[in-house]
């Protein structure tokens, strides 16, 4: 894995199989989500730490890409500075 991206999807993808089991939740499959759900919220973090050292405004992990509906061209957000 070579971005942050790249590393959230397989965890994300490691979070979904642990969670789709038809059996009952055991105590170790349970630790396991804790612990991917863990290395999710931390790099988060990391990503908000980055955004404030570098002065960026957007992270697509926090705020991903919209998909605008058909005859949308455009959002526009306006934000006041304070």
Do not use: C, W
């Not at 499959?29 to 790099?43: F, S, Y």
């Not at 926090?62 to 526009?76: K, N």
Request: no cysteine; hydrophobic share 45%.
């Amino acid at each position: 894995m070579s971005t942050m991206a790249e590393l959230r999807a397989a965890l994300m993808g490691t979070l979904g199989d642990l969670r789709n089991r038809e059996q009952p939740l055991d105590v170790d499959r349970a630790k396991a989500i804790a612990q991917v759900a863990g290395v999710l919220v931390e790099t988060a973090k990391v990503e908000v730490d980055y955004l404030k050292a570098t002065g960026g405004i957007k992270s697509e992990f926090i705020e991903p890409e919209q998909t605008l509906p058909a005859g949308v061209l455009g959002i526009r957000q306006h934000r006041l500075k304070g």
